[in-house]
């Protein structure tokens, strides 16, 4: 699975930006993708995650009620529509995926993820 992330930006603290995730070479079936981040000097961090089939989602507790994680079957796409943000929300974000295959349900770990896009940063100013 190849991945391609866009969308990210400059924005100032409280604005809003969406991230996109495009599949090439097959579609996200029997997958579950992930937006995982990572910010200078820091580990990287589980944002949210969705599953292809069936739509399971989880969200990091420092983003609920903040970003959305979503997707569309017809464009083969995934979102993460990211409001209301903070400083410590600027990291490169990643495009992330791996087989639903044994899951019961979104892994959280971000080693858990073999397939990764190039990351699309995202800066948020104060």
């Known amino acids: 699975v190849q991945l391609q992330a866009s969308g990210g930006g400059l924005v100032q603290a409280g604005g809003s930006l969406r991230l996109t995730c495009a599949a090439s070479g097959r579609t996200f079936s029997g997958y579950t993708l992930a937006w995982i981040r990572q910010a200078p000097g820091k580990e990287r961090e589980f944002v949210a995650g969705?599953?292809?089939?069936?739509?399971?989602?989880a969200y990091a507790d420092s983003v609920k009620g903040r970003f959305t994680i979503s997707r569309d079957h017809a464009k083969n796409t995934v979102y993460l529509q990211m409001n209301s943000l903070k400083p410590e929300d600027t990291a490169i974000y990643y495009c992330?995926?791996?087989?639903?295959?044994?899951?019961?349900?979104?892994?959280?770990?971000?080693?858990?993820?073999?397939?990764w896009g190039q990351g699309t940063q995202v800066t948020v100013s104060s």
């Open positions: 992330t995926a791996k087989t639903t295959s044994g899951d019961w349900k979104i892994p959280t770990l971000p080693a858990s993820y073999n397939y």
């Open positions: 969705i599953r292809w089939s069936g739509g399971i989602i």
